[in-house]
């Protein structure tokens, strides 16, 4: 009896250790992004994208595009027809053609092959003075309700009908960040059809409603740190489902109903030890999340921060995309990327060095 006892005993052991070894295999079977330029401490998951048929792309700023169909992760490089392996925006055309900004301009991927589309730049344009930034980078891309492309590029914003450019000027006597002509840096149409522009060297941010541009003044808010850095200008994020417009800056975020704006900052909930926020998008749900200086959820009461507690290792939050299954995916430093699934975060990448 006490034989037959310790050999159920052994077998049920050997049994759960093998469906403790199956259960821990599986979680390691999930296909990852492999980041393999560069150093594995430097650069960002800096965009991503849900395409109509339901795949996510990832731009990084040092290895290039990603595309994720469900199954396995293909990388595009510059050898494979990218114009460069550091992507600023990804978005996807009334048309189906995925458009990439970069810093050395912008291309469309048709599925098959990467075509460049060269921006015509006016010839009295001033020339970019500062030797740090000759490249024509392409910092946003977005196309409004009548299917016209917008380009917020190092020499300015340009619309695009798909046969010629044309110079949007936003603020002749705006300075520009990285030269004389970048004086915006984000572009964002909201349900009513009118064009958000926000940039570091804008005091507020801008709004055109096809007619005419509006200044709209944004509060100080200031960045923590030995010396308080205060900030007055904005990044337009998204409108939420109540209509209220997101902007934010390194100092936190502002929400703007159509008549007043309301701030928050780390004070309020938002993550991190600075208040920096980047990236702002609302869920199915409602629910507003908050990227930057780490990650948090806001569901119009209360904020819940994320951290290394919830598998979240990296807390420097670039791109945040909740995809058609209401996975929520973030993109971080050290070119990091992460599935939330509602109760925890699952590691999506990894560093292979590509001399091995």
Known sequence: MQVFTFLTILLFGIACNESVKKDLSKEKEHPKLIKNIGNPRYGNVYCSLEDKEGNLWFGTTLNGLYKYDGKSFRQFLVADGLISNCINDIIEDK????WIGTDSGVCYFDGKIFTKIQIQLPKNLPPNTNELYQKHSVHDIMQDHTGKLWFVT????????????????????ANGFMGSNDKVERVFEDKAGNIWFGGRTNKGVYRYDGKSITNLKLNELFQNGPKPKPHSWGWPQCQD?????????????????????TTYTKKDGLPGNNGMIAKIIEDKNGNIWFGGDGLCRYDGKSFTSFSTKDGLPSLGIWSILEDKNENVWVGTRETGLYLYDGKTFITYSEYKNSNN
């Not at 048309?95 to 995925?98: C, E, L, V």
């Open 241 to 261: 489902k109540n209509g209220n417009i997101w902007f934010s800056n390194w100092g936190g975020a502002y929400k703007y109903d159509g008549k007043s704006i």
């Open 154 to 173: 190092i020499d300015g914003v340009y619309t695009y009908d798909g046969k010629s450019f044309t110079l949007f000027i936003i603020d002749e006597s």
């Open 95 to 98: 048309d189906g053609k995925i």
